[in-house]
C-alpha cells in the first residue's frame, strides 16, 4: 500500500494550510573511526543521533540526550565530549572515535585485541547492564589522554560525568587504574 | 576439571559490552524505519476538551498523528491489559479515552520519517483540557488511608498476618520503648537506557500475512507477548519478541510499558515499522517506588529482649490499581517479639500506578525498622550488635517455620571483623575528623528466596558444542554468564563451547526475571534439562559395542572433560563426540521444566540475609553526608560466580547510599507533576560519591531452596544498607533524621533546631 497522508487524516481535518517545510537534509561529512563518510542530515542532528540513527554506530549511547548521563562520551579530536551536546554539522573537520574504533576488533570477536581499558573493564567486571559502558570507556580512554588523574580519587572525580546506574564504580575505578599503573609515567 | 560454579569468571558478554556490540531495544536496524514520540499530559487529573494536531500534521515527513479520537478499536475488557505483573485493578491504556488520570500521561503519538522530525511536530500539539482538582500529596491525604484490593499479585505480596499475643499491653508494658514515624519520598527506577520498543512489521512472509517482531526493553519477553497478543488480537504465532540486552531495569521493566503499547498500535495502522523510544524526562511518567509514611514500636525488657513489636505503613497508589508491596511484616521474620501487630494501608492518589524497584516493600520496611531497632539499642544503652544477637531468631514468628538455612549470625561476626566494629565508641559526636563528625552504623537485611517454574531446552550439537536457552532476561544481573557455568558443569563441556540464548519468545518459556529468583528458577530448569541430555546420551553410551557402561546406572556416571565417565574411575570414558557420532550423527536434545518442590519448601521459611556496617563523615557546616567506607556481609546460599554476584550487591550498596542520601521523585503538588524529571536534578550517586565498599559472602549450605542451593543476590544488597546509613549519620551527629532521603538541609535544620531548645 501506498501512504500518502491524505489516507492517514481524520476527514475532518482538511489540510488547507500549506505544508511545514523544516530544517533539510544536506550533505555533512564525517570522519568516524577514521572513516570518512558523507551523510544526509538536517542540521539540527545531533552527533549522537546522527552516529546511532544514520550510521547504525549505537556502540554510543543515549542515556538523556541533555549532557546529564555520559553515556554518550565520544572522543573528538582525543578530547572527550558529550555527543548529544554537539550538532553533526559542528564536526565536519574533526575526528571522531566511537567504542567500536577503540579495538581493532574483528567479526571473530577475538579479546585479544581489546583496548587496555576495554580488557581492564572485563577482568574488573566494571559494569552490569553494560549500557554506560561505552561510554565509561569513552570517557577513561580521554581521562587518560588529560593526564591530569594521578590517584584513586582524581579517577572518582574527572569520572563523576559518567553515571553508571547499576553502581559499578568500584570497578571502574578499579579498571581504570589498573591500565594508569601499567602506563608509562609521561608528564 | 575445575568447576565453572563458585568460580569468580568475567562475563560472557563482557567482550559485546566493552566494545559497543551488544544490542539494545532502540538499536536494531531497520529498512524505512518511522519514529515516534510522545505527547504527554500536562495537566494531572481531568479531560481533554480538544486536541489539535493540524500544525504538527504539517510539518513536511510526519506520517501519523495517534491520539484517543482516532485510536483504532482494541481489546475492550481490562483483562486483556492485566500483565503478569499487574497489581488488582484497571491497568492503565494509552490513548484509551479523553480523560486524564495523572501528569504525564501520554495523550497522542506522532509518527514521522525522523527522529527529529517526531520531536519537533509534538512540540506544535496543542492541547485544551478540563481540569478538575488532584490530590497528590500523601501527608494531606492520610485519612483516606484502605485496606488494598485482593488480587493475583496477593499471591506474592501476602497481606500482613494477625496480630500474636497483645502488643498493646506489652508494649505499655515494656520498660524500655521506642515510637517512631518514618517518611520516604518516591524514587524512579531510572535505568541508563531509556525505555524503547522496535517494532519490525512484515507482510507477505508468512502465510499469516502479518508478522510482527518486536525489540523491547522488557524484563521478561513472555510478559510483552503475552500483552501484546491479549491487547491487539495478534496471535501469538505472528509476534516475536525479542530482548537480548537490557540495559537495567530494577523493576521498571516487568510492567510493559507505553512506549509498546503504542509503538505496535502505530506499526500495525501503518503498515511499517516503527520505534518509539521515551525520554528522559518522559521516564518519569512510568511505574515508581511509592512514597510513604511508616510507624514503628518497639518494647523491651531491660536485657534487650524485644517483647513488643508494632509496624504500620500507608504507601501512595494509583487511581485505577491497587499496588502493594510487603512493607511492615519483616519484623516477624527477623525478631521474636511475642506480642506483634502489623497493618499496611494504600491510599489512591491522581498518580501513575507505582511499580516493584529493587526489594520492592523489602527496603521501605526493614529501613524503618532497623532504625528504630538503633534507637532501642541507645534507649537501652546496649550494643546495637549485640541486641540483634540478643533477639536472634531461627524461625519467621510470622509463618512459625524454621529456616531452611540462616547464616546472619556468622554475617554479623565476619562483618563486624572486618569493619571493626568492636572499636566503636557508642556516644553519639564522640569521633571526629577535623571539622568532619565520624558515625559507625549498622543493620539487618532480609530478602525472599523465591523458586518459580521455567522451561529450558538444551542441544548438543553435531560439532560438540552446547547450545542452552530459555527466554529469561539478563538485566547485568550475570545471567548469560552463570547459566553457561551451569551448563557447562553439568555436562562437563568448556565454557567456550557452551552458548546460551536469552531474551526471545522463540525460547522455552521462563517467568519475568525480578525478585532475585532468576538464578534459582532458570538455573534449575538449565540444570535439569542438560541433565536430560545427559541421560539421552548415557543410553547411547550403553548401547555402544563393549560399552563399559553397559551394566552401571545413570547414577554411577559424571561428566567431564568432553566424555562421559565412570564415577569410580573416571578414566574409564567414552568422548562425547562419539555418542553424538552414534546418535548418527543427530544433534541430542532435551527441553526441561524444572517446578519447585512445594512439598519440600513449604515446611522452611527460606530468606537470604545481610549485615552492613557503614562508616560516614558529616562535614559539621555543610551537613553533607559521604559513606566512607561499607562492609556487607552476605548469606545468600551458594554463590555461583563471586564476581558477578559481588557486583549485584555493590550495586545494590550504591542503590541503598542512593536511597539514603541522594534520590527522590519531588513532586509539586500544586501541578501534581514531578519537578526534577531529570538526571541533572533527580540525584543519584555519581563516581565521587562512592568510596570503598566491601562484600563478603557467608558460605550458606541449603537443599531445600532449589536443587542449586542458590537464593539469589539482587535485592539483598540494597535492603540493610539505609538504614545502616541513618544510624551511623545518629552516631556521627546525634541527630536522628527520620524522613528519607537525608539531604543536608534536613541535617542542618535539625542541628539548629537541637541548639536553639538546648
Ligand atoms: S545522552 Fe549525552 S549526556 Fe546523556
Ligand atoms: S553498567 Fe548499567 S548503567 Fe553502568
Same mark, same amino acid.
Given at each position: 500500500?501506498?501512504?500518502?497522508?491524505?489516507?492517514?487524516?481524520?476527514?475532518?481535518?482538511?489540510?488547507?494550510?500549506?505544508?511545514?517545510?523544516?530544517?533539510?537534509?544536506?550533505?555533512?561529512?564525517?570522519?568516524?573511526?577514521?572513516?570518512?563518510?558523507?551523510?544526509?542530515?538536517?542540521?539540527?542532528?545531533?552527533?549522537?543521533?546522527?552516529?546511532?540513527?544514520?550510521? $547504525?554506530?549505537?556502540?554510543?549511547?543515549?542515556? +538523556?540526550?541533555? &549532557? /546529564?548521563?555520559?553515556?554518550?562520551?565520544? #572522543?573528538? @579530536?582525543?578530547?572527550?565530549?558529550?555527543?548529544?551536546?554537539?550538532?553533526?554539522?559542528?564536526?565536519?573537520?574533526?575526528?571522531?572515535?566511537?567504542?567500536?574504533?577503540?579495538?581493532?576488533?574483528?567479526?571473530?570477536?577475538?579479546?585479544?585485541?581489546?583496548?587496555?581499558?576495554?580488557?581492564?573493564?572485563?577482568? $574488573?567486571?566494571?559494569?552490569?547492564?553494560?549500557? +554506560?559502558?561505552? &561510554? /565509561?570507556?569513552?570517557?577513561?580512554?580521554? #581521562?587518560? @589522554?588529560?593526564?591530569?588523574?594521578?590517584?584513586?580519587?582524581?579517577?572518582?572525580?574527572?569520572?563523576?560525568?559518567?553515571?553508571?546506574?547499576?553502581?559499578?564504580?568500584?570497578?571502574?575505578?578499579?579498571?581504570?587504574?589498573?591500565?594508569?599503573?601499567?602506563?608509562?609515567?609521561?608528564? | 576439571?575445575?568447576?565453572?560454579?563458585?568460580?569468580?569468571?568475567?562475563?560472557?558478554?563482557?567482550?559485546?559490552?566493552?566494545?559497543?556490540?551488544?544490542?539494545?531495544?532502540?538499536?536494531?536496524?531497520?529498512?524505512?524505519?518511522?519514529?515516534?514520540?510522545?505527547?504527554?499530559?500536562?495537566?494531572?487529573?481531568?479531560?481533554?476538551?480538544?486536541?489539535?494536531?493540524?500544525?504538527?500534521?504539517?510539518?513536511?515527513?510526519?506520517?501519523?498523528?495517534?491520539?484517543?479520537?482516532?485510536?483504532?478499536?482494541?481489546?475492550?475488557?481490562?483483562?486483556?491489559?492485566?500483565?503478569?505483573?499487574?497489581?488488582?485493578?484497571?491497568?492503565?491504556?494509552?490513548?484509551?479515552?479523553?480523560?486524564?488520570?495523572?501528569?504525564?500521561?501520554?495523550?497522542?503519538?506522532?509518527?514521522?520519517?525522523?527522529?527529529?522530525?517526531?520531536?519537533?511536530?509534538?512540540?506544535?500539539?496543542?492541547?485544551?483540557?478540563?481540569?478538575?482538582?488532584?490530590?497528590?500529596?500523601?501527608?494531606?491525604?492520610?485519612?483516606?488511608?484502605?485496606?488494598?484490593?485482593?488480587?493475583?499479585?496477593?499471591?506474592?505480596?501476602?497481606?500482613?498476618?494477625?496480630?500474636?499475643?497483645?502488643?498493646?499491653?506489652?508494649?505499655?508494658?515494656?520498660?524500655?520503648?521506642?515510637?517512631?514515624?518514618?517518611?520516604?519520598?518516591?524514587?524512579?527506577?531510572?535505568?541508563?537506557?531509556?525505555?524503547?520498543?522496535?517494532?519490525?512489521?512484515?507482510?507477505?512472509?508468512?502465510?499469516?500475512?502479518?508478522?510482527?517482531?518486536?525489540?523491547?526493553?522488557?524484563?521478561?519477553?513472555?510478559?510483552?507477548?503475552?500483552?501484546?497478543?491479549?491487547?491487539?488480537?495478534?496471535?501469538?504465532?505472528?509476534?516475536?519478541?525479542?530482548?537480548?540486552?537490557?540495559?537495567?531495569?530494577?523493576?521498571?521493566?516487568?510492567?510493559?510499558?507505553?512506549?509498546?503499547?503504542?509503538?505496535?498500535?502505530?506499526?500495525?495502522?501503518?503498515?511499517?515499522?516503527?520505534?518509539?523510544?521515551?525520554?528522559?524526562?518522559?521516564?518519569?511518567?512510568?511505574?515508581?517506588?511509592?512514597?510513604?509514611?511508616?510507624?514503628?514500636?518497639?518494647?523491651?525488657?531491660?536485657?534487650?529482649?524485644?517483647?513488643?513489636?508494632?509496624?504500620?505503613?500507608?504507601?501512595?497508589?494509583?487511581?485505577?490499581?491497587?499496588?502493594?508491596?510487603?512493607?511492615?511484616?519483616?519484623?516477624?521474620?527477623?525478631?521474636?517479639?511475642?506480642?506483634?501487630?502489623?497493618?499496611?494501608?494504600?491510599?489512591?492518589?491522581?498518580?501513575?500506578?507505582?511499580?516493584?524497584?529493587?526489594?520492592?516493600?523489602?527496603?521501605?520496611?526493614?529501613?524503618?525498622?532497623?532504625?528504630?531497632?538503633?534507637?532501642?539499642?541507645?534507649?537501652?544503652?546496649?550494643?546495637?550488635?549485640?541486641?540483634?544477637?540478643?533477639?536472634?531468631?531461627?524461625?519467621?514468628?510470622?509463618?512459625?517455620?524454621?529456616?531452611?538455612?540462616?547464616?546472619?549470625?556468622?554475617?554479623?561476626?565476619?562483618?563486624?571483623?572486618?569493619?571493626?566494629?568492636?572499636?566503636?565508641?557508642?556516644?553519639?559526636?564522640?569521633?571526629?575528623?577535623?571539622?568532619?563528625?565520624?558515625?559507625?552504623?549498622?543493620?539487618?537485611?532480609?530478602?525472599?528466596?523465591?523458586?518459580?517454574?521455567?522451561?529450558?531446552?538444551?542441544?548438543?550439537?553435531?560439532?560438540?558444542?552446547?547450545?542452552?536457552?530459555?527466554?529469561?532476561?539478563?538485566?547485568?544481573?550475570?545471567?548469560?554468564?552463570?547459566?553457561?557455568?551451569?551448563?557447562?558443569?553439568?555436562?562437563?563441556?568448556?565454557?567456550?563451547?557452551?552458548?546460551?540464548?536469552?531474551?526471545?519468545?522463540?525460547?522455552?518459556?521462563?517467568?519475568?526475571?525480578?525478585?532475585?529468583?532468576?538464578?534459582?528458577?532458570?538455573?534449575?530448569?538449565?540444570?535439569?534439562?542438560?541433565?536430560?541430555?545427559?541421560?539421552?546420551?548415557?543410553?547411547?553410551?550403553?548401547?555402544?559395542?563393549?560399552?563399559?557402561?553397559?551394566?552401571?546406572?545413570?547414577?554411577?556416571?559424571?561428566?567431564?572433560?568432553?566424555?562421559?565417565?565412570?564415577?569410580?574411575?573416571?578414566?574409564?570414558?567414552?568422548?562425547?563426540?562419539?555418542?553424538?557420532?552414534?546418535?548418527?550423527?543427530?544433534?541430542?536434545?532435551?527441553?526441561?521444566?524444572?517446578?519447585?518442590?512445594?512439598?519440600?519448601?513449604?515446611?522452611?521459611?527460606?530468606?537470604?540475609?545481610?549485615?552492613?556496617?557503614?562508616?560516614?563523615?558529616?562535614?559539621?557546616?555543610?551537613?553533607?553526608?559521604?559513606?566512607?567506607?561499607?562492609?556487607?556481609?552476605?548469606?545468600?546460599?551458594?554463590?555461583?560466580?563471586?564476581?558477578?554476584?559481588?557486583?549485584?550487591?555493590?550495586?545494590?550498596?550504591?542503590?541503598?547510599?542512593?536511597?539514603?542520601?541522594?534520590?527522590?521523585?519531588?513532586?509539586?503538588?500544586?501541578?501534581?507533576?514531578?519537578?526534577?524529571?531529570?538526571?541533572?536534578?533527580?540525584?543519584?550517586?555519581?563516581?565521587?560519591?562512592?568510596?570503598?565498599?566491601?562484600?563478603?559472602?557467608?558460605?550458606?549450605?541449603?537443599?531445600?531452596?532449589?536443587?542449586?542451593?542458590?537464593?539469589?543476590?539482587?535485592?539483598?544488597?540494597?535492603?540493610?544498607?539505609?538504614?545502616?546509613?541513618?544510624?551511623?549519620?545518629?552516631?556521627?551527629?546525634?541527630?536522628?533524621?527520620?524522613?528519607?532521603?537525608?539531604?543536608?538541609?534536613?541535617?542542618?535544620?535539625?542541628?539548629?533546631?537541637?541548639?536553639?531548645?538546648?
Amino acid at each position: 500500500m501506498n501512504l500518502t497522508l491524505g489516507t492517514l487524516l481524520p476527514t475532518n481535518e482538511s489540510p488547507s494550510l500549506p505544508a511545514i517545510q523544516t530544517a533539510t537534509r544536506q550533505p555533512v561529512t564525517l570522519t568516524v573511526n577514521g572513516v570518512k563518510t558523507e551523510l544526509q542530515l538536517a542540521p539540527w542532528t545531533s552527533l549522537l543521533d546522527a552516529l546511532r540513527e544514520y550510521m $547504525h554506530l549505537t556502540g554510543t549511547k543515549k542515556g +538523556c540526550d541533555h &549532557g /546529564q548521563c555520559g553515556a554518550c562520551t565520544v #572522543l573528538v @579530536n582525543n578530547k572527550r565530549i558529550n555527543a548529544c551536546l554537539t550538532l553533526a554539522i559542528m564536526q565536519e573537520d574533526t575526528q571522531i572515535t566511537t567504542i567500536e574504533g577503540l579495538s581493532s576488533l574483528d567479526q571473530t570477536s577475538s579479546s585479544s585485541k581489546l583496548h587496555p581499558l576495554q580488557r581492564a573493564f572485563i577482568d $574488573h567486571d566494571a559494569f552490569q547492564c553494560g549500557y +554506560c559502558t561505552p &561510554g /565509561q570507556i569513552c570517557s577513561a580512554v580521554g #581521562l587518560l @589522554n588529560e593526564g591530569h588523574a594521578k590517584t584513586a580519587d582524581d579517577v572518582r572525580e574527572l569520572m563523576s560525568g559518567n553515571i553508571c546506574r547499576c553502581g559499578a564504580y568500584p570497578g571502574i575505578v578499579a579498571a581504570i587504574t589498573s591500565v594508569m599503573d601499567s602506563q608509562p609515567t609521561t608528564v | 576439571m575445575t568447576q565453572y560454579t563458585g568460580r569468580p569468571l568475567n562475563r560472557v558478554d563482557g567482550v559485546d559490552k566493552v566494545t559497543g556490540k551488544a544490542n539494545y531495544a532502540a538499536e536494531f536496524d531497520v529498512q524505512g524505519l518511522l519514529y515516534g514520540y510522545i505527547v504527554n499530559s500536562t495537566i494531572t487529573k481531568g479531560k481533554i476538551r480538544q486536541i489539535h494536531t493540524d500544525d504538527a500534521r504539517r510539518v513536511e515527513g510526519i506520517v501519523s498523528i495517534f491520539t484517543h479520537e482516532n485510536r483504532p478499536k482494541l481489546a475492550w475488557f481490562d483483562l486483556s491489559y492485566k500483565d503478569q505483573d499487574a497489581p488488582p485493578g484497571s491497568p492503565f491504556r494509552p490513548l484509551r479515552d479523553a480523560q486524564i488520570q495523572f501528569n504525564g500521561q501520554p495523550i497522542a503519538l506522532v509518527v514521522a520519517e525522523t527522529f527529529e522530525l517526531a520531536r519537533y511536530a509534538a512540540t506544535l500539539i496543542r492541547v485544551d483540557y478540563e481540569q478538575e482538582t488532584h490530590q497528590t500529596d500523601l501527608q494531606a491525604n492520610r485519612h483516606k488511608a484502605r485496606k488494598p484490593a485482593v488480587g493475583m499479585a496477593t499471591l506474592f505480596k501476602p497481606p500482613p498476618p494477625d496480630p500474636r499475643g497483645n502488643f498493646e499491653e506489652a508494649f505499655r508494658n515494656a520498660p524500655v520503648q521506642v515510637a517512631s514515624e518514618y517518611v520516604h519520598g518516591s524514587e524512579h527506577h531510572n535505568p541508563m537506557e531509556l525505555f524503547a520498543s522496535t517494532v519490525v512489521y512484515e507482510k507477505g512472509r508468512y502465510k499469516s500475512g502479518e508478522r510482527y517482531t518486536i525489540y523491547d526493553k522488557t524484563q521478561g519477553v513472555t510478559n510483552s507477548i503475552l500483552y501484546v497478543s491479549q491487547v491487539f488480537n495478534i496471535p501469538f504465532k505472528d509476534i516475536r519478541v525479542i530482548s537480548p540486552y537490557v540495559g537495567g531495569g530494577f523493576g521498571s521493566a516487568l510492567r510493559p510499558q507505553h512506549q509498546l503499547f503504542l509503538a505496535v498500535l502505530a506499526a500495525r495502522e501503518l503498515k511499517r515499522s516503527v520505534r518509539v523510544t521515551l525520554t528522559r524526562q518522559q521516564m518519569f511518567t512510568l511505574g515508581y517506588r511509592p512514597a510513604t509514611v511508616q510507624t514503628v514500636a518497639l518494647g523491651a525488657s531491660s536485657d534487650g529482649t524485644m517483647t513488643a513489636m508494632y509496624h504500620d505503613g500507608v504507601a501512595v497508589t494509583s487511581q485505577f490499581e491497587d499496588y502493594t508491596e510487603v512493607v511492615t511484616t519483616w519484623g516477624g521474620l527477623l525478631y521474636p517479639a511475642e506480642h506483634v501487630k502489623f497493618d499496611q494501608k494504600i491510599i489512591s492518589l491522581d498518580v501513575a500506578t507505582p511499580m516493584d524497584m529493587r526489594a520492592p516493600g523489602g527496603v521501605t520496611g526493614v529501613t524503618a525498622l532497623e532504625c528504630a531497632v538503633d534507637e532501642l539499642a541507645y534507649k537501652l544503652g546496649m550494643d546495637p550488635l549485640e541486641l540483634r544477637l540478643r533477639n536472634y531468631t531461627e524461625r519467621n514468628m510470622n509463618n512459625d517455620l524454621t529456616y531452611s538455612s540462616k547464616e546472619l549470625r556468622e554475617c554479623f561476626r565476619r562483618g563486624a571483623e572486618r569493619f571493626g566494629w568492636a572499636k566503636r565508641n557508642p556516644e553519639p559526636r564522640s569521633m571526629r575528623k577535623e571539622h568532619t563528625l565520624v558515625g559507625w552504623g549498622m543493620a539487618t537485611g532480609i530478602w525472599d528466596a523465591f523458586h518459580a517454574p521455567a522451561r529450558a531446552e538444551a542441544v548438543l550439537m553435531v560439532n560438540g558444542k552446547l547450545r542452552v536457552s530459555s527466554a529469561t532476561a539478563d538485566i547485568g544481573t550475570g545471567t548469560y554468564t552463570i547459566m553457561t557455568q551451569i551448563a557447562a558443569d553439568t555436562l562437563g563441556i568448556p565454557m567456550e563451547d557452551v552458548l546460551f540464548k536469552l531474551g526471545d519468545t522463540d525460547l522455552p518459556v521462563a517467568p519475568i526475571a525480578g525478585g532475585s529468583w532468576t538464578a534459582a528458577t532458570v538455573g534449575s530448569a538449565v540444570k535439569a534439562a542438560c541433565e536430560a541430555v545427559g541421560e539421552k546420551l548415557f543410553k547411547l553410551a550403553r548401547k555402544l559395542p563393549n560399552s563399559p557402561f553397559a551394566k552401571v546406572r545413570f547414577s554411577d556416571v559424571l561428566f567431564a572433560e568432553k566424555a562421559i565417565r565412570l564415577k569410580k574411575d573416571p578414566a574409564i570414558a567414552i568422548p562425547l563426540q562419539t555418542l553424538i557420532d552414534a546418535n548418527g550423527g543427530a544433534a541430542v536434545r532435551a527441553i526441561s521444566t524444572s517446578v519447585p518442590n512445594l512439598l519440600k519448601q513449604r515446611k522452611y521459611a527460606r530468606n537470604t540475609h545481610s549485615a552492613v556496617f557503614v562508616e560516614v563523615e558529616v562535614d559539621e557546616d555543610f551537613g553533607t553526608v559521604r559513606v566512607t567506607r561499607a562492609v556487607t556481609s552476605v548469606a545468600a546460599g551458594r554463590i555461583l560466580n563471586p564476581k558477578t554476584a559481588r557486583s549485584q550487591i555493590i550495586g545494590g550498596m550504591v542503590w541503598g547510599i542512593s536511597k539514603a542520601l541522594e534520590e527522590e521523585s519531588v513532586m509539586d503538588h500544586q501541578f501534581g507533576r514531578i519537578m526534577n524529571h531529570s538526571l541533572a536534578e533527580y540525584h543519584v550517586p555519581v563516581n565521587a560519591d562512592i568510596h570503598e565498599l566491601d562484600v563478603i559472602f557467608v558460605e550458606e549450605h541449603d537443599d531445600i531452596v532449589n536443587p542449586l542451593g542458590v537464593k539469589g543476590v539482587g535485592e539483598i544488597g540494597i535492603v540493610g544498607m539505609p538504614a545502616a546509613i541513618a544510624n551511623a549519620v545518629f552516631h556521627a551527629t546525634g541527630i536522628r533524621v527520620r524522613t528519607l532521603p537525608i539531604t543536608l538541609d534536613k541535617l542542618l535544620t535539625a542541628a539548629t533546631t537541637e541548639v536553639s531548645t538546648s
